[in-house]
């Protein structure tokens, strides 16, 4: 039984393929002036923000690999008995590149160094892949409304962005995630998949991602528009997105952007029932912080932990206006003696008689109803139904309101790496996020969208030999979404009525019953289209090991990789 689980992790090995493999790769080959190989060359990275060092020789090929590493600036040596010491500084590793970096030793003492601080941007000559990088410069630098980093995927080749939601996510998950109109090829928006820091980030529902976090937090984002690696194939184009790692310096950022309607245009028409410009106002505020965490009696002196941690808060408060028309307060009472001559009466249910096979009733007198014929249940919904609120409108057009629009994003973003040694480095990251969105209607007849996140991930790469690299991660995230009525979770009119054969429901259907008149009133309560509730998790585990051999300079293998989804639908 041992030989057949020998046998069967060895084929696994060798065969089974990678699976979401973000971090990056240096790789190249080492000679000498004649361009003969050289073997045994030690070849050091050095991450400039952390200090994290890797150390590998070349084969006898001349070959060197560095897999698993995360995106950054390096400074990449090599060295070998009867040569100069040459040093690449200032090497900038993307997300998810394979960067070739051969090197050419020139004889001298070991002590001497040649060094190249910039060069010319090579081309990916490693693998197929067909991307576009959006780095760390673009995403602080460039403007962005409401600092959405998604916006500059339309600097990809081949990418529409910004076109009208389109599908289900719109009515059904809406919020800030059904506007993300993402086309790349003429695909549809919705052949989008998204991963964060190498794990699952897609909303399995609608294709949507789970967290965006502050651009203050993103180290950089790649696009990848065709011929990616098989581990990415789940959608026609992949959005790899990697977050800020901390350093040996504190970093720190304080933000708040801040909108208003000084400068929108005035409304086509108003009057003195209707203010000249809607009210708006946008608050988006926050903080980042990164630096190293000194135990010097636990690491001897030397910085070997560090953190990012981002919190952002997004607040939006406007009202638009809106005119309806509703009854007037003597028909709320039963007198309906204001309706116009030539209108049908109000007749008597009670005397409903069948006459030569034609329905009659006999009308109330002055189209007044009796105040004891007023159903209570009548009566307790008139309390969802406001009252004219415009003088002399007469029975239309009386009622003007400014419905609110307020919405409440709140998100954090905490990350932490760890150098344990110069064979293994740790990196995590926890996010979490409540979202909220009111769309008002009536009196307590609107909708809200609610949405909160949990996102938990751990990777370790490893050096196992200098042949070896094994790279381990976790990733575990919970992602909830509903939208429904504006009494949801807080107020069960329905159980409160006590209507025969009508059921409350759950907490999250809570709301108004759905009432329509006929004519030119308008009607009330909830839509009776949903609510919409989304319950997702997903669990991964993934591992990816990657061999040298030969003129081969990295091959990757995945010996573990499972996923699980949980999904729920009201």
Do not use: C
Not at 67 to 92: C, H, M, Q, W
Not at 153 to 173: K, T
Not at 182 to 201: P, W
Not at 400 to 408: D, K, L, S
């Amino acid at each position: 039984m041992k030989g057949i689980l020998n046998s069967v992790l060895v084929f696994l090995v060798l065969a089974a393929p990678g699976f979401a493999q973000t971090l990056g790769e240096i790789t190249g080959i080492v000679t000498d002036a004649t361009g003969a190989v050289i073997a045994g060359a030690l070849v050091s990275a050095r991450n400039n923000a952390t200090g994290a060092t890797r150390e590998v020789t070349t084969n006898s090929a001349g070959v060197y690999s560095f897999p698993a590493l995360n995106p950054g600036v390096y400074e990449v040596r090599a060295s070998a008995k009867g040569f100069k010491t040459a040093i690449r500084r200032d090497v900038t590793l993307e997300v998810q590149q394979n960067l070739r970096l051969d090197f050419d030793m020139a004889v001298g003492d070991v002590t001497e160094s040649v060094s190249v601080s910039a060069g010319a941007i090579s081309l990916q000559t490693e693998n197929a892949t067909v991307g576009t990088v959006i780095e760390n410069k673009r995403i602080i630098e460039l403007p962005l409304n409401g600092r959405n980093a998604l916006q500059l995927v339309a600097l990809a080749p081949n990418v529409s962005f910004g076109f009208p939601a389109a599908g289900q996510a719109d009515a059904r998950q809406g919020g800030i995630r059904a506007s993300q109109s993402i086309s790349v090829g003429g695909q549809r928006a919705q052949y989008n998949r998204f991963t964060l820091d190498g794990v699952e980030n897609t909303d399995p529902n609608f294709n949507t991602f789970v967290v965006l976090p502050s651009v203050d937090a993103l180290q950089e984002f790649k696009v990848q528009s065709g011929i990616y690696p098989a581990e990415f194939g789940r959608g026609a184009t992949q959005v790899n997105i990697m977050t800020k790692s901390g350093g040996n310096d504190y970093h720190g950022t304080l933000f708040h952007f801040l909108r208003n309607e000084k400068l929108d245009a005035k409304n086509y028409a108003f009057t003195a029932n209707r203010p000249p410009k809607d009210p708006f106002r946008l608050n988006q505020f926050g903080f980042t912080l990164g630096g190293p965490v000194s135990v010097p009696k636990l690491f001897n002196g030397k910085n070997k932990l560090f953190f990012m941690a981002n919190y952002e808060w997004f607040r939006q408060r406007r009202s638009v206006q809106a005119i309806s028309s509703l009854p007037s307060v003597a028909m709320r009472e039963g007198n309906f003696s204001e309706l116009p001559l030539g209108t049908a009466g109000i007749f008597d249910p009670r005397t409903r008689t069948n006459v030569g096979g034609q329905i009659v009733a006999t009308p109330f007198p002055g189209n007044i109803l009796p105040s004891t014929r007023i159903a209570a249940v009548s009566r307790q919904l008139l309390e969802f139904y406001p009252v004219p609120n415009v003088a002399g409108a007469g029975l239309r057009n009386n009622f003007q309101q400014a419905q609110g629009r307020p919405i409440n994003r709140d998100q954090l973003v905490t990350r932490f790496d760890f150098v344990e040694s110069s064979n293994s480095q740790w990196f995590g990251r926890y996010s979490w996020g409540d979202e909220n969105q009111l769309t008002e209607a009536l009196k307590l007849n609107g909708e809200k969208i609610v949405t909160n996140f949990n996102q938990y991930m751990v990777s370790n790469s490893r050096v196992l030999t200098p042949s070896i690299v094994n790279e381990a991660r976790f990733g575990y995230t919970q992602f909830y979404n509903t939208t429904g009525p504006e009494l949801a979770f807080t107020r069960d009119v329905v159980g409160e009525l006590k209507m025969p054969g009508l059921a409350s429901g759950p907490p999250v259907q809570w709301g108004i019953p759905n009432v329509s008149l006929q004519g030119v009133y308008a009607g009330f309560g909830n839509s009776s289209e949903g609510p919409y509730e989304n319950n997702n998790s997903a669990l991964q585990f993934i591992n990816n090991t990657t061999i040298v051999r030969g003129k081969i300079a990295a091959t990757q293998h995945n010996i573990n990789s499972r996923r699980r989804d949980k999904l729920w639908k009201a």
